[in-house]
């Protein structure tokens, strides 16, 4: 196989694998981030402050959405990872048929499902009439296109997890300049609103969609998307299920309570909800890393895990953790201080740019905790064990951040900043739960077992 396409991370230095499979995911995030921030910026700029409240809150239906998806993949990135770990060929084209069956059903199924509730998702968040006609347009055109999200995201999975993250980061990069491009003209030249940079967006994920499956398909590597084998196999689908169910579950149940939050931030007008919306923008450079390393653990916990090599993958979790930490640390050092520039990349109302870096300043450095349930998650899952870490998550995600929020909005103080610290509430004794479970579980079952 070429060692450039693929990376074997049972052998050689751990730092050094872990980073050099994650920064280019780590790139390719930022740009696929870029999609939708290039869409805040252009509407904040050129359309006005409604357009950016619109766009800013339509993030947590589209969320629910590929967080599932994404939740599902890494059920079949562990698979994958784990039979390419265990130089399982047959194994391995199986998982990889199977992927792509999955997915295509999906795709099908997220885009009806999307279009339908865009309207009654967009009641329930309590969106303001002033807001409403350009969030229905902006979430209507998204989840028509979502298809191309999809696919992208599940093919990148699947290169991901026989440890190739380059190519799809070149894919991103030609795609990201050509959203930005679409941006411009469709909203600049064409004078088409918010209509214009989700058209943008969806063109540009289709074609970043094209790329990588038109790899996967034209490859000579052992990862190559059949079409002629195309078919689901039922043993494979359950252990992608088995894993990535409940990665899936957890994840839109988040998002799905997310959206209670956006509905106590909208509650405070558009000026809060705008600001609200360029913190999450910024909050996702300091999210990135982590998500990153997360995925990055999951593989080389999962490969080595193949390899029956257990004292590899406990030293790569927690080495994962050690770089998480580090780089949140330092990302949010940099964002606390330059708070209000960063916000006013997004808009020149000085009155959201307030909110904007309140929100920043409130929650940023309780990021740092985030990385570590974030890391351990993802490591536990690269074992197999996918139910730990939802239960952990769901608990304190959902349910805590909820009953902090009842309680404080109704019977202490509703303001924005309490609102916003329902956030670093979950964080905070997620990443608590999530050590005691894996030193009390995950490692003293291997350590019996080894």
């Known amino acids: 196989m070429s060692k450039t396409a693929t990376r074997d991370m049972t052998q050689g230095p751990i730092l050094k694998q872990l980073v050099f499979f994650a920064m280019p995911l780590l790139l390719g995030n930022i740009f696929q981030l870029l999609y ?11 359309v006005g402050k409604e357009a950016l409240a619109a766009v800013g809150s339509t993030n947590m239906m589209t969320n629910m959405v ?25 194994r391995l084209h199986r998982a990889i048929e199977t992927t792509a069956v999955m997915t295509l059903g999906l795709c099908v199924f997220f885009t009806v499902f999307g279009v339908l509730f865009v309207v009654p998702m967009l009641k329930f968040m309590a969106t303001p009439e002033d807001v409403m006609p350009d969030a229905t347009v902006y979430l209507r055109t998204y989840m028509a296109g979502i298809s191309g999200l999809m696919i992208y995201n599940m093919a990148s999975g699947i290169l991901r997890a026989v440890g190739d993250t380059k190519r799809p980061l070149y894919f991103l990069i030609l795609t990201s300049v050509v959203n930005i491009v679409l941006d411009l003209f469709f909203v600049i030249g064409l004078k088409l609103g918010v209509f214009g940079v989700a058209i943008a967006t969806v063109i540009a994920q289709f074609i970043s969609a094209f790329l990588v499956i038109l790899l996967l398909i034209k490859t000579k590597e052992i990862y190559r998307l059949t079409l002629n084998d195309l078919k689901a196999d039922r043993d494979i689908l359950k252990q992608v299920f088995r894993v990535g169910l409940p990665a899936a579950i957890q994840a839109t149940l988040t998002s799905f309570s997310n959206a209670f939050v956006q509905a106590y931030v909208n509650y405070f007008g558009s000026s809060v909800m705008a600001g609200w919306s360029c913190y999450n923008k ?7 890393p982590m998500s990153s390393m997360q995925h990055s653990a999951t593989t080389f916990v999962s490969q080595n895990m193949g390899a029956g090599d257990v004292k590899r993958a406990n030293k790569g979790t927690f080495t994962a953790v ?24 997004f808009t020149k109302d000085q009155e959201v740019i307030k909110y904007g870096a309140l929100f920043v300043r409130t929650n940023t450095f309780f990021l740092i905790a985030n990385s570590i349930n974030h890391t351990l998650a993802g490591a536990i899952r690269g074992r197999g064990d ?12 959902v349910g805590l951040r909820q009953i902090y929020l009842f309680i404080m909005t109704r019977f202490i103080a509703n303001t924005p900043v309490t609102v916003a610290f329902g956030y670093p509430v979950g964080w905070i004794s997620c990443g608590i739960i999530m050590l005691l479970y894996y030193n009390l ?3 003293k079952r291997e350590i019996k077992a080894g």
């Open 66 to 90: 590929v967080f599932f998806f994404n939740g599902l993949s890494i059920g079949a990135t562990v698979v994958i990872g784990n039979s390419f770990g265990a130089k399982d060929r047959d």
């Open 441 to 443: 579980k995950v490692k």
């Open 322 to 345: 050690a770089v998480a930490f580090g780089v949140v640390f330092t990302v949010g050092s940099l964002l606390v201080i330059f708070a209000e520039p960063a916000n006013s990349i």
């Open 36 to 46: 939708n921030m290039v869409d805040t910026i252009v509407v904040g700029n050129f």
């Open 282 to 288: 910024l909050d996702q450079f300091i999210f990135l």
């Open 386 to 397: 996918s139910t730990g870490p939802m239960i952990i998550m769901l608990s304190t995600f």
